[in-house]
């Protein structure tokens, strides 16, 4: 990072040198880090943005592996390329420079896309999009059989999502090429996504089929139930809807039982076949297989060719007069067109009728001027007369027969519009029943969510409790157990020490007190006295035990008998009382050298036996812990899977329901949409023609052609 501060010492790549690398505000050149290596942005003069990985663990054959896999993208035709998934790459010996020393990097092209779990959280509800996306899932899949090749790591982190709606492969690392052939692996890939089989020595061009099959089985799943993603993905979750607890644990895993009794049989079948792979070693694992289906095309409903109206509705709304019943909406169309034109030529009762309108407006001022008509009632007369004229007008003017036309035209749409009224009505029903139907589905969907999710955390919840107990309960046992070895040690070694103490006490006690007279200043009579106060054998007695006497710097000997009592010997002094002392030890001392060395056989075995009884006991107990363990995980996931499958059960059962409905409803509404479509267009149709009606036969333009005859 600190040499990244200077393009231009620490690269020797010309667009590297001269470009500039991204920063954070505060820590200089900004790294995406990884598993062994940091990755930077760096923005070429000419605006193209690479990738640069920097490796921060070395690698014998990092430089063999890159040529390989390089030189292998670089001859593919993009022509033969199902998408253009390859992303440009380039090895570079000489990458960075560090403190005086070149260190290789990989230079690559810089990939804008979404991750595929992003992708899928803002596209859930479109089921198109996701079913696109699981067949240009399955076509780059198909690109990397066809070409040998294997990632080595398919997983939502290395499958961005371009701006075009197809894939970018990322992060080759792990890339198997035919050149590489024999080599080992150099990772495992992600364990959300691979085999459980799989180990380092699966390196070839079959790698990546569990992993396909695993994603595509999880596309295929969200695109046919959206409610699925919500049910079996976490939040921040590192998987789509599988992750390694289900490849391991498949029988107590959640998401098969969910899969594998849904309701969509092709999404049965499919979870079907990708649960057979579990156990599959990963070479034998087949290649991904899709199944092809045509689209079914979507029926038009039946449309009246010559106006428009649906033949469903033929007989149910009023035909135009004067035009066959089969010519439906069509004829009042053309009737309309005709009827627009205007007025033909004048009749005699329109220049009569113009002629008294004349008249008759102008006779009250005419009355007036000659004095016949008093001239305050003039005013009364005018509005009277030109009423009069007005209303002559009128009548002559509706007695045509182009206004008759036109106003027979306006009632015949009124009438057809009044007759699919009902039809409009009940279309709006039942789109508010197909729209309510689909709320309490997706509330419903919500619900059975919730309820699979709060499963799902109380299989987890107990599973945990059921191991932490078991955990506490056997872990005690395995401390007891493991103690044991040390245990019957101690009771060996106790033994023994017990035999030694005994044969010591059975020599002393052999050993008379008579053969202290060997010792110096030891006669008779000392021994007669040692008798007398019950010291017969070298075993009566312990010790010696010294209190000060009387007088100054004498001290009084009393010797020490097995009870603890003491006793005081007429004779013997400090100087005898420490020569029996060193005498009894003598011979305790030779005692310990004929002493037995090891336990005898039936003691040892008794000893053995009784921990071995013990040691059988508590190995009883641990697995009667773990058989009651996995007895009640056994019951909690049973009880949990049948909860699940009972309330799949219903999702389908109320799924099926919903599905007759809204086919039932659909099916009225199509028939009725057309009746509403028709009403629509009559409505124009009757507004037009109330407006053609007033503008072509209005009263105006009636005087205007009695005056003008246009």
């Not at 009632?411 to 729209?435: F, M, N, T």
Request: proline share 5%.
């Amino acid at each position: 990072m600190e040499s990244l501060q200077n393009p231009a010492l620490c690269f020797e790549d010309p667009d590297l040198k001269h470009g500039t690398v991204q920063q954070s505000p505060v820590l200089g050149p900004k790294a995406i880090s990884g598993n062994f290596a940091s990755v930077f942005s760096i923005t070429a003069p000419g605006g193209q943005r690479y990738a640069l990985k920097c490796f921060t663990r070395d690698s014998s054959m990092l430089e063999a592996r890159y040529q390989a896999i390089s030189g292998q993208l670089a001859g593919l035709e993009p022509a033969k390329l199902s998408q253009p998934w390859p992303v440009g790459i380039e090895y570079l010996p000489r990458g960075v420079l560090v403190a005086g020393e070149w260190y290789p990097a990989l230079k690559m092209a810089w990939v804008e896309g979404t991750s595929l779990i992003t992708w899928i959280e803002r596209n859930i509800r479109d089921t198109t999009a996701v079913r696109g996306m699981a067949e240009r899932f399955a076509a780059l899949v198909a690109d990397l059989e066809r070409l040998g090749v294997a990632h080595g790591d398919l997983q939502h982190g290395n499958l961005l999502v371009a701006a075009d709606g197809t894939f970018r492969l990322v992060d080759y690392d792990g890339m198997y090429v035919p050149a590489l052939k024999g080599q080992g692996a150099t990772e495992n890939g992600h364990r959300n996504y691979q085999s459980p089989t799989r180990t380092s020595a699966d390196f070839g061009p079959a790698m990546d089929r569990f992993s396909a099959w695993v994603i595509y089985l999880s596309l295929v799943a969200i695109a046919t139930d959206p409610a699925i993603w919500d049910q079996l993905h976490e939040a921040h979750g590192e998987f789509l809807i599988l992750k390694e607890d289900d490849f391991k644990e498949p029988r107590s895993s959640l998401a098969w039982s969910l899969l594998l009794t849904h309701a969509d049989p092709d999404l049965r079948a499919l979870a079907a076949q990708t649960h057979g792979h579990l156990t599959a070693a990963a070479p034998a694992v087949p290649p991904l297989t899709t199944p092809k289906a045509a689209p079914t095309p979507r029926p038009a409903p039946a449309v009246n060719q010559q106006g428009g109206t649906p033949s469903w509705l033929a007989g149910h709304i009023p035909q135009p007069r004067n035009a066959p019943a089969a010519s439906g909406a069509g004829t009042s169309t053309s009737a309309g067109t005709a009827a627009g034109a205007g007025f033909a030529r004048r009749r005699p009762k329109d220049i009569l009728a113009g002629m008294f309108a004349l008249t008759g407006s102008a006779a009250p001022a005419t009355l007036t001027a000659i004095g016949t008509l008093p001239t305050g009632s003039m005013a009364a007369a005018q509005l009277g007369a030109l009423l009069l004229s007005g209303g002559a007008l009128h009548a002559t003017r509706r007695s045509r027969p182009e206004a008759r036309a036109s106003k027979a035209r306006i009632l015949e749409l009124r009438q057809q519009v009044d007759a699919l009224a009902d039809s409009v009505a009940a279309a709006q029903k039942i789109h508010q029943e197909i729209e309510s139907l689909n709320a309490a589905g997706a509330s419903r969907d919500t619900e059975i969510s919730r309820q699979i999710k709060s499963l799902q955390t109380q299989l987890r919840d107990g599973q945990s409790r059921i191991t932490v107990r078991l955990n506490k309960e056997t872990g005690d046992l395995r401390t007891k157990l493991s103690g044991l070895a040390a245990k019957e040690q101690q009771r060996l070694d106790a033994a023994l020490a017990s035999a030694v103490r005994a044969h010591i006490q059975d020599t002393l006690r052999r050993t008379s007190v008579q053969d202290v007279k060997k010792l110096s200043n030891m006669g008779s009579g000392t021994v007669t006295n040692l008798i007398a106060a019950g010291i017969r054998t070298a075993a009566d007695f312990t010790g010696v035990r010294y209190v000060q006497g009387s007088r100054h710097g004498n001290r009084d000997a009393y010797l020490v008998r097995p009870n603890g009592y003491t006793v005081k010997v007429p004779g013997v002094g400090e100087v005898r009382a420490a020569a029996l002392e060193s005498w009894r030890a003598s011979l305790e001392q030779q005692a310990r050298k004929s002493a037995p060395t090891s336990v005898g056989a039936q003691e040892r075995a008794a000893i053995r036996q009784e921990f071995a009884a013990q040691k059988k006991r508590y190995e009883a107990d641990i697995t009667q812990a773990e058989s009651a363990a996995r007895h009640e995980r056994d019951q909690l996931q049973q009880r949990i899977t049948t909860r699940l499958q009972q309330t799949n059960k219903e999702k389908q059962q109320h799924q099926a329901t919903t599905q007759q409905q809204r086919a039932v409803l659909l099916q009225r509404q199509s028939r009725l949409t057309d009746a509403t479509t028709t009403h629509d267009r009559l409505v124009t149709q009757l507004a037009t023609a109330r407006t053609e009606h007033r503008r072509t036969y209005g009263l105006r333009r009636y005087i205007r052609f009695v005056t003008t005859g246009r």
